[in-house]
């Protein structure tokens, strides 16, 4: 097959070819959807340990007071009392209250942040945050710099033990500096699989050789974009492009907590009137009565037949044996515990609405 | 890619083993491989009546769901009941204990239809070039 010379590839292209990995288009970006399989990775990742090639996503560094440089106002969620060496999870909006991007703050100083973006969003996102810093804080996006690689499940601490000296310290939603094969390099206690992770931030250049040292333990097995989908689902954790996009409010996908009202932010108007006008639509999260899964752009149908709202993601879900899907539906149908019924063009299976995450058994705070 | 020398193969994959009047269907490696782990399967229900190429299964895997359409005409008289409980059997074994439904066939001269394993293998050599 030839290589679609449009997209971009992670220094880690030529080992997903020689491990046989199935490459999709994401996010501009040619990235591995699957290796063994995904039922086969999964398990790996719920029982074992994998490495996710993460080195598309975007990061930025910026330097500047928190408020002075406007930083504050372009992120949703609260800065004032993130203590250094901590991460928190917040939103990126337009005026409208849309979500341009979720993202993760890391604070690195007092004064020195990085933040962690989507890679098909990262251009936007830099042109947005270059637009509304102060001119007094400084901007560098590191994007094409900073390799990354996710390592998720329940081994993933002994694995990594003797390989970065400290790293049973470190607390969950945490980061810290951590000498790896000769760097200094950003290690986060973080992940997108509800299993305890980290991510290792490490010189792009360098990371096949990053991923090699973690391949020396045998217990170790490559994960692909196809596998984190269904982990992620199963979390109930959004993923942008599906359940957030410019025309989605964050209160409408759910993500409320993350956003903090009491300060001033870009879109936050906007978010205060919605709150005052009650929202159109809730995102709702449900599980199929079968072994039929929901896909996205499927209809959502009330128990009397009537479309009430579309599928945004969908999934098999190994650990529960059942489909499991969420999507967008008129507010009185988002409640946990009611009927309704999914399809293609017609109410076809049977589906529960419940709460989030549909997997609760995870490793995440061990 | 793997395909079995006496069998039949359509387009969409789907292979079908014709033994007197009776044929075996099922789908290919190339199917299953595209598909990945299957999760569920909506197998035809015995008695129905089914045209050439038309829909009469569909499969799910974790990530994909796929529309099986019948190779040639006929009526089913059997279908896999292994692969309720264990759709991944198709995965495992598509040529063998995967197989889907049989159907008394209605024409067998619909063979002509289809291509044979050598014109199957030179398809999917266009598929991947």
Known sequence: MLADTSLKQTPLYDTHLQLKARMVPFGGWQMPVQYEGILAEYAHTRQGVTVFDTCHMGEFLIEGDYRKSGLDRLVTCRLSDLPKGSCRYGLLLNDEGGVLDDLIVYRIGEQQWMIVVNASTMENDARQFQAQLDPSATFHNVSFLTGKLDIQGPLSREVLKPLVAGIEKLEYYTFDYFPVLGERVIISRTGYTGELGYEIYFPWDRTPELWSAIFADPRVAPAGLGVRDVLRLEMGYSLYGHELNETISPLAAGLGKFVDLEKDFIGREALLKQKSDGLKTKLVCFKSNSRRSPRQHHRIFSAEGRQIGEVTSGTFSPAIETGIGMGFVEPDHAKPGQTIFFGQAEAREAAVTCNRPFYSKGSLKT | ?129
Not at chain 2, 68 to 92: A, H, Q, Y
Request: hydrophobic share 35%.
């Open chain 2, 1 to 129: 890619m793997e395909v079995v020398e006496h069998f039949y193969y359509t387009k969409e994959h789907e292979w079908v083993s014709v033994e007197d009047n009776v044929a075996t269907i099922g789908i290919t490696e190339y199917a299953q491989s595209a598909l990945g782990d299957i999760t569920f399967i909506e197998l035809p229900e015995i008695g129905t009546e089914v045209e050439q190429f038309e829909q009469f299964a569909s499969v799910e895997s974790v990530k994909a769901a796929s529309d099986i359409f019948s190779p040639m005409s006929g009526r089913v008289i059997e279908v896999n009941k292994k692969l309720d409980g264990n759709p991944g059997l198709i995965n495992r074994s598509c040529f063998d204990k995967g197989w889907i439904a049989k159907i008394e066939l209605s024409d067998p001269e619909e063979k002509s239809n289809l291509m044979n394993a050598q014109e199957y293998q030179k398809f999917l050599e266009g598929l991947e070039g």
